[in-house]
């Protein structure tokens, strides 16, 4: 088919939830994918942090290659060795105790405030406490834990029982803490809310808060998670212990899957029954996630990622139609002087570089892998389409 034809395709019979650009994309080997039409693109998206290892990662596809041979689904009935693999290997690289399998990181946060309130059912504390500008997942529970008022307003009444205290402001934090109050949930970089990073002394500050006050610290590494910021997960980079940690995204390197950890005073909270998931925990998603898993647990490996991102912030941080550089390992968001971020968005991907936006930020997450040649190819259309711009 012609790219025409599947926009066509799309208008007609796919409803319109997403705002896309016009790349039909076929296959990819890496960082380097190429459309229907045989134009080759550099990916600076991991399709928004998820493909960690690249496209078609030989090593990754032949582990799920190898799974979807001998045994694609079961049930929860039965005990699968890839799925308990996987919760020991995730559990060991997290200091957690204990794993539940689910399919998104909306899930994985749905699994988390339930077993919030199941802690604090006893004493009638349900209320879970957020951060304004937070963005926790599209359903409607998640949606009410998100702080940010654009995403509320057209599907109320969402669900009760959250409340937002201001990021870095740990005497707001202090004072919604009333007794009504089950949990914590934060991000440690607010990704869709423009890649903010959290500053390390409110979070070392609130671990504290919450430890004092019997309320669960839920950390959701939903994004920055699995060597994103080049820590295996965030929080170990700021040297706080959460209670619960949700992952999804880059976990099975672009098969859906989302977990939620517990440490160990949570070992066993939820009963039989209490949560499920047809295809959590699938194996052949499971098998996919090892060998994220087993690369990106790496000390090496995550190494690489620090460094390829503070080379890639050092390169913006020279331009100057660029005002500031701010995230975390390969995660960054950009801030230009001048210009709209989605329209140097749909100019990059005319140029053959697919960029993300967070907010008012251009936003780059690629793939963990993403060579540095790759890097450069990217890098030289990145300026070329703001010096454009300019």
Known sequence: MKFQEIKDQEQEYIIHTYGRVDAALVKGRNATAWDVEGREYIDFTSGIGVNSLGYSDPDWTAAVSKQAGEIQHLCNY??????????????????????????????????????????????????????????????????????????????????EGFLYAKAGDIKAMDALLDGSVCAVMIETVQGEGGVVPMDPNFLKALGELCHERDVL??????????????????????????????????????????????????????????????????????????????????PEFLQTVREKGEYISKRLEKLFQVEFVRGRGLMLGIKLKSGDAHDVLVKCARQGLLVLTAKELVRFLPPLTITMEEIDKGLLIFEKVLQEEN
Do not use: W
């Open 78 to 159: 039965y005990y699968s060795p890839q799925n308990t693999a996987l919760a020991q290997e995730l559990c060991t690289a997290a200091g957690m105790a204990q794993a539940f399998f689910c399919n998104s990181g909306a899930e994985a946060n749905e699994c988390a405030i339930k077993i919030a309130r199941k802690y604090g059912e006893k004493r009638g504390a349900y209320k879970i406490a957020t951060l304004e500008n937070s963005f926790h997942g599209r359903t409607l529970t998640t949606l009410a834990a998100t702080g940010q008022e654009g995403f509320h307003k057209d599907f109320l009444p969402l669900t």
């Open 217 to 298: 610290l839920i950390i959701d590494e939903v994004q920055t998670g699995v060597g994103r910021t080049g820590h295996f997960y965030s929080y170990q980079g700021y040297g706080v212990q959460p209670d619960v940690v949700t992952s999804a995204k880059g976990l099975a390197g672009g098969l859906p899957i989302g977990i939620c950890l517990v440490a160990e005073k949570l070992r066993d909270i939820l009963k039989p029954g209490q949560q499920g998931s047809t295809f959590g925990g699938n194996p052949v998603v499971c098998a996919g996630a090892r060998e994220v898993v087993r690369r990106v647990s790496s």
